[in-house]
Each structure stands twice: as C-alpha cells, then as structure tokens.
C-alpha cells in the first residue's frame, strides 16, 4: 500500500522553470520504480521521468535535458524539476509508484505502475 500525493503545479511563462514534488506514504517494498507521468487534454498518458531503486533513470526524448528526476529518501520524496519549459509540457502531471524495479525501458511504461497520485496540474504560457 503506497499513498501519493503530488504538490507544485501551476501556471508558469515559457522558459520558466518549476519543481513538482511527490510525498510518499506506505511501505517502501512498493516504491521501487517510481516516475512522473503527464496527460495533457486529448492526448495519452506519457512518461516523463522515471528512476528504479537501482539508481537507473529514464527520460523522455521531449523532456532529456530539461528535466531531472531525483528523491529524498528522508523525506520519503520525490522530485520533477522541470526548466526551460514550453507549452507542449502542459499537462496534468501524475505521480506513480510500483514494487518492482523496472528495466530503463519499461520505467516509462504506465502500465508498470500499481500506485497513482492524484495529479498536479502545470499550465505553461507564451
């Protein structure tokens, strides 16, 4: 059982920069591959950026290099920092969770997830 609650979502300029965190509750035997999905209207869910307790990361092509996902494991958090953004990263951004630790390729997969936040929501304006 794992609780997720995402934070830090809003509206920001173009080029600007936000973090998105995800406090983290519950047995940590189910947060060994964590990531941050994104929906935008009219569009599928994406993975954005997930890491596995293993320490391996994955990034989607749209987001490498702008984006970082890290966590704090006192804090029992997890981070998005999200710069140089751009309007194509409005979305609804979700916070997700599952006990396995993913291969790089299947971290991105939303499908691999059993535990959801509830959603942050960034709105990116020109």
Known sequence: QVQLLESGGGSVQAGGSVRLS????????????????????????????????GGITNYADSVKGRFTISQDNAKNTLYLQMNSLK??????????????????????????????????QVTVSS
Request: charged share 20%; glycine share 10%.
């Open 22 to 53: 995800c406090a983290a509750s519950g047995s940590t035997n189910s947060r060994h591959s964590m990531g941050w999905f994104r929906q935008a209207p009219g569009k599928e869910r994406e993975g954005v950026a997930a890491m596995n307790t």
């Open 87 to 120: 309007s194509e990263d409005t979305a609804m951004y979700y916070c997700a969770a599952d006990g396995i630790p993913w291969t790089s390729s299947q971290l991105l997969r939303s499908d691999k997830y059993d535990y959801w936040g509830q959603g942050t």
